[in-house]
Each structure stands twice: as structure tokens, then as C-alpha cells.
């Protein structure tokens, strides 16, 4: 009679936590994965903008990957501090107040818009309204352009746009700092074991959605000119297939932090702790007090300590976990991972715009709609092949190591699968190959007085790209009057050809293997699917394989060294190795600003290549791991086995004394 009415009891508390929403752990779930998909759209969006920004701001690769990777700063400098407080603060509200600093961040980054004046572009560029001294001036007449607009005031100006940069990605760091440790353990502590891999693999696949929708709404915004707040529409000369445009990119910030400040509102009502969700083969018949205990959250070793003992006793639980030789193999995994994932995020969509000759808009919506969402599945299907199956840890690691077989195969292939370098005629450069050609052009434009840093892209009939008509000695221009744009340039001295001697088209000649975009874009996606198979098993791996007071923890060590070993070096070193494939510079105030021409086949074989390392690199940690835990295994079987039993019996009774 007794455990009857201690049923009901336990029946009717359910059903009262039930009517609430902000009791559900699956509401949690929803509420984190919305939280996690805006943040990284913030994030994210920056990515897809990035060339963008270089070519605004006159950007190196290697300084704009360094503006990406700032935002992990903050997050590093505050990992400690999140994982002495995990256990002692209302977690979901610390969520919403990180999630309210992501908000003012994105702010942050859209202000050097409104700091600057005009974007200023070539002003050679030939129109109705405009002189012509981009094409050759043989009476010498030609305007030179210089660095005379090369002030302390200019200067000055690129600081401070630097600054709000770099202090808008610190705060997004700080931001994000208790989101993911804090809602990752406050699902893994108060949902069942069984559907706690699921629920991870959903969360991580929602998420994904952030960088995907990022990068479509940076493939809507670059659409617009970059100051249509300040000049009409109609006035606007350049398109966006003019290697001179820039995006708006400034808009996406303001759309990006208006949905994350939504999407921090609902955690000031989730409690401290909620009811612990029934797995499938959990019964009613659960006591009052298991109902009380399970609410209540998970003791602490740290929880008696000071802020100033737990900075002291860190570093010999740090090492204490990095002794586990799993929970370590598979974080260095993942930071390979992480390393090859940063690549693609910051510079995939400028590899496609230099290789394939797309605009950055088209490259933006093929990464957001294609890439990012073939990751996402993977995701998901990891997740739910683990739940299916319900795999132990060696069966984990070797899901793994099978992802990452397959995703070398075929991700090797791409390598090989891209485009020559375009040839182009600038100052300074002649093109691959053809120096006998270039001393021609060299020769034929030498009495037309062309200004050094001129930048108004043309396509010759002889199939040679040139910075501008004056380079290829062209002396007339062709207009369409009724929209305002250049049909062609005629009469170009170093231009020869058949029947069509002397002419040419405005923009780039392109690199002329357009054919071979959506093979590798395929190529890509499959390679993304098949590693993002790891992502949930890895992640399983790792809270499995350390003790149960530890597992906020080590997901605080976790997000730190992929934070530390990938995220923040990462963009600087893969800018790096892109800018050291430059070909030639645009110049401001005397020295490199963005690049204008890359050797493609180098950009490709150096850039792709560094992913490949990555890829291999996390091949290996997965191996070990699955070696490791098959060891693991075999010793647990010895141990019982029916004869390690029998002897064990025989000495706990004292029979076994004399063996």
C-alpha cells in the first residue's frame, strides 16, 4: 500500500514538472541548439565576409585570419574560471548573460562601416561620368595614381577599424565562453543515458546550421554594394563580378546580433536543476527520494574549495586527465579536427572565388548550402547509428578510424582537381611563362605613362589578363550610354590577334576551368559527411572514459586545447601560408595590402595540402585510441573469465593462500 501511493506521489510530481516547458530537458535541447546556431552565426558570418573585408580594409590573409581567431582569446583566458563555477552558479542564466555579450559583440563588429567614409576604388575606371586615364594617354596626360592620400589621419582610421574588430571578437569569445561547457553537461547531466548521444549529436548538427545560414546570409548581403546606405543604387558603376566590388558586408552583424539577443531570452527561466528524463527501460516504480536525488545536481569534488585553491589544484587535475590516455588521443584528434575545420570555415570561400572564378556571393551560398549542410547530416548520422547500435567505446574508436580512412580517400583527389594560373600583365610582372611576352607588352605601353597601382582588370583577345586598358595599350573605349557601363576597349598596341587585333573586354579573363567547380565541390561534400560521422562517437569517447565528478571538467579542457592548439593559431598559420602564393600585392601607403593575383596551383597544392596533414594527424590519435581500448577490453575479459573468478573465490574463502 505504501509503494502505491509513493507511485502516484512520483506519477502526479511528473505530470505537474511536465505542464511546465522549462522543466523539459527536450525544450533545453531545442533552446540550446537555437542559442548555439545563433552564436556561430555571428561567428560564422565573419568567415564568410572575410575576403571581403580584406579587400575593404586592404587586409593581409594572414591578418585577417588573426582578426578570426581573436575571439578564442577571451575564451581561453576565462576557461578556468567557467570550470570552477560550473558547479556552483544557475547555469542556464550564466548562458543567457554570455549569450547577451555575444549580442553586443556583433554590434561591435558592424561599427568600422560607420566610421569610415565611402569605399574608394580605382577612380580610373572608365565610364560616362568619368575621365580616362586608365587607357593609354600617349601625350602623357595620364593621372598617376600615388599614395598622396597616404595620411596620419588614413592611418589612424585602419587602427581604430582594427581595434573595434579585434575588441568585438574578444567579447565574442567572453560571450561564448559557458555556452557550449555549460549546456553540454547540463543536457549530459539530466538526460538519460541512452538518449544523451542523440541529443549531443542533434545539438552538434543544429550548430552547424550557424555556419550554414552564416554563409547564405553573407551570400545575400555581399549581393548589395557596401555603401548603399550612403549612395543610391543607381549610382553604383561597379557590379559584383567586378574584382573591384565589395559586399555589404556590415549588414549581417546587425541581423546576426538581433537573433542571438533573442535567442539568450528563454534561459533566465530554466531552473538550477530539473528532473532527471526515464530512458526506455526505466520503470515507474522509482522511489521519492531516487525522484529528489536525481533533481538535485551531481556533487563536486571542487565544490569546497576556494576560487584560489581551485587555481592552485587545476593544474594536477589538468594533468591528472591528460594522463587518461583516451580522453587525451581523443582531444588531440579532435584539435586536428578542429584545424582542418578552421581552414575551410575562414579561407574555403576565397579559395573558391580565386580557383574557380566565382563571386564571393556564389561562393558563400555554395558553402552554406551545400558543404555546411552535408557536415550536419553526418552529424546527425553518427548520432544515430550510435544510439541503433549502442556501441561500446572500442566500437566508437573504430567508427572513427573508419571515418577518417574514408575521408582521406577521398578528400586526396581534390588535391589534384583545380586550376592553372590565369596570366596577367602587371608592373613588376610578367606573365608565368611567357617572358618573352612580357617583354613585348613591356615595350609597347612604354610611352603611354601608366600609372603603377592602377586596377581595372581587362580580358585580351590574346587571352592575357591585364591591371588595366593601359597596360595593354589601349587607346579607345566603347560605352553603352543607356547603362552606363564599358562594352570594350579597342585599338590595344600589345594586344595582337587575328581579325580581332586591338581588342579587349573589361574584367577578369578568369582562370578558365569553371568545369571542374561542382566535381570538387562534390568531392568535398563527401569528405565533409564522412568525417563529421566522428564528431558524436569522439565526443562520447571522451565523457565515457573519465570519472563522473571530472566530466565538467574535462569538457572545459577540451574546448580549451581545441581552442588553444587549433582555433587560434590556425587562421594565422593557413593565412599565412596562402599569402606566401601571392603573386603580386595592391599597394597602400608603401607597403602590401590585400593580394591581387595568386599562383593558383601553389594557393591549392599549399592550402589543401595543410588539410590533408590535419586529416592524417587525426587518423593516427583515432587509431591508438582503438588500439588502446581493444587492449582495454581483453584485459577486462581475462579478468572474467571463468578460471579468474574461481581463483578469486578461492582467496577471498582463504583456500588459495598457498597458490
Keep these: 500500500m505504501t509503494a502505491t501511493v509513493q507511485n502516484n506521489y512520483v506519477h502526479q510530481d511528473r505530470k505537474t514538472c511536465s505542464k511546465n516547458p522549462f522543466s523539459s530537458i527536450k525544450f533545453f535541447v531545442c533552446c540550446h541548439g537555437f542559442l548555439q546556431l545563433s552564436q556561430l552565426l555571428v561567428s560564422g558570418y565573419l568567415k564568410s565576409s572575410i575576403s571581403t573585408i580584406e579587400k575593404r580594409f586592404g587586409l593581409s590573409s594572414q591578418m585577417s585570419g588573426l582578426v578570426a581567431s581573436f575571439n578564442e582569446i577571451g575564451n581561453v583566458v576565462l576557461i578556468v574560471f567557467v570550470s570552477y563555477f560550473g558547479s556552483r552558479v544557475h547555469r542556464p542564466r550564466v548562458i543567457g548573460c554570455g549569450a547577451l555579450l555575444v549580442c553586443v559583440a556583433g554590434f561591435i563588429m558592424s561599427l568600422p562601416h560607420f566610421m569610415v567614409g565611402p569605399y574608394e576604388y580605382d577612380q580610373s575606371i572608365a565610364s560616362v561620368y568619368s575621365n580616362l586615364t586608365d587607357i593609354c594617354q600617349l601625350d602623357g596626360t595620364s593621372t598617376t595614381l600615388n599614395n598622396s592620400k597616404c595620411t596620419s589621419h588614413s592611418t589612424k582610421a585602419t587602427t581604430h577599424v582594427l581595434s573595434f574588430l579585434f575588441i568585438g571578437q574578444f567579447l565574442l569569445g567572453v560571450g561564448g565562453v559557458p555556452i557550449q561547457p555549460f549546456g553540454i553537461s547540463y543536457i549530459d547531466d539530466f538526460a538519460s543515458q541512452r538518449n544523451s548521444p542523440l541529443y549531443i549529436g542533434i545539438l552538434y548538427a543544429v550548430t552547424f546550421m550557424g555556419p550554414g545560414v552564416a554563409f547564405i546570409l553573407g551570400s545575400a ?242 587571352g592575357i589578363e591585364y591591371v588595366s586598358p593601359c597596360y595593354a595599350g589601349c587607346e579607345d573605349v566603347s560605352f553603352d550610354f543607356r547603362e552606363n557601363k564599358v562594352l570594350n576597349y579597342t585599338k590595344c598596341s600589345c594586344i595582337p590577334g587575328s581579325g580581332r587585333e586591338g581588342f579587349a573586354q573589361p574584367g577578369s579573363c578568369g582562370s578558365g576551368c569553371s568545369h571542374l567547380l561542382w566535381p570538387f565541390v562534390v568531392l568535398s561534400c563527401i569528405a565533409g559527411f564522412v568525417a563529421s560521422t566522428t564528431q558524436t562517437p569522439s565526443f562520447i569517447l571522451i565523457l565515457r572514459s573519465v570519472e563522473q565528478e571530472d566530466k565538467s571538467l574535462v569538457i572545459g579542457i577540451q574546448f580549451m586545447l581545441l581552442r588553444v592548439l587549433a582555433w587560434m593559431p590556425c587562421p594565422v598559420l593557413y593565412g599565412r601560408v596562402i599569402d606566401s602564393t601571392c603573386l603580386l600585392w595592391e599597394r597602400k601607403c608603401d607597403s602590401n595590402a590585400s593580394c591581387r593575383y595568386y599562383n593558383n596551383t601553389l594557393f591549392r597544392q599549399r592550402y589543401l595540402g595543410l588539410q590533408l596533414v590535419f586529416e592524417v594527424a587525426a587518423f593516427i590519435c583515432f587509431f591508438i585510441v582503438f588500439i588502446v581500448l581493444r587492449n582495454q577490453e581483453k584485459r577486462a575479459l581475462n579478468n572474467h573469465s571463468p578460471e579468474n573468478q574461481t581463483l578469486t573465490t578461492m582467496v577471498e574463502n582463504g583456500e588459495g593462500s598457498s597458490v
Design 221 to 462: 548581403m555581399l549581393r548589395y554594394y557596401v555603401d548603399i546606405d550612403k549612395i543610391p543604387a543607381a549610382d553604383v558603376i561597379l557590379t559584383p563580378k567586378d574584382p573591384r566590388w565589395v559586399g555589404a558586408w556590415w549588414m549581417g552583424f546587425l541581423v546576426t546580433a538581433s537573433v542571438v539577443g533573442l535567442s539568450a531570452v528563454p534561459y533566465f527561466f530554466f531552473p538550477r536543476a530539473m528532473q532527471k528524463e526515464d530512458s526506455e527501460t526505466e520503470t515507474d516504480n522509482k522511489a521519492r527520494t531516487d525522484l529528489i536525488s536525481e533533481c538535485k545536481p551531481n556533487p563536486e569534488i571542487f565544490q569546497h574549495l576556494s576560487l584560489i585553491d581551485f587555481i592552485k589544484l587545476f593544474p594536477r587535475v589538468l594533468l591528472k586527465n591528460l594522463k587518461n590516455p583516451v580522453s587525451l588521443l581523443v582531444i588531440l584528434a579532435q584539435v586536428n579536427l578542429s584545424a582542418m575545420v578552421a581552414g575551410i570555415a575562414i579561407f574555403m570561400a576565397k579559395f573558391l572565388e580565386r580557383q574557380f572564378s566565382i563571386t564571393a556571393s556564389m561562393a558563400n551560398l555554395i558553402l552554406g548550402a551545400i558543404n555546411i549542410p552535408g557536415a550536419m547530416v553526418g552529424i546527425i548520422v553518427g548520432g544515430a547509428i550510435m544510439k541503433k547500435f549502442q556501441m561500446s567505446l572500442k566500437q566508437c574508436g573504430a567508427m572513427c578510424v573508419i571515418g577518417m580512412v574514408l575521408c582521406i580517400f577521398i578528400g586526396l583527389p581534390i588535391i589534384f582537381l583545380g586550376c592553372p594560373t590565369q596570366t596577367f600583365f602587371a608592373a613588376g610582372h610578367t606573365p608565368v611563362g611567357s617572358e618573352e611576352v612580357g617583354e613585348t607588352i613591356s615595350k609597347c605601353n612604354s610611352k603611354c605613362h601608366c600609372p603603377d597601382t592602377a586596377y581595372n582588370p581587362i580580358c585580351g583577345y590574346d
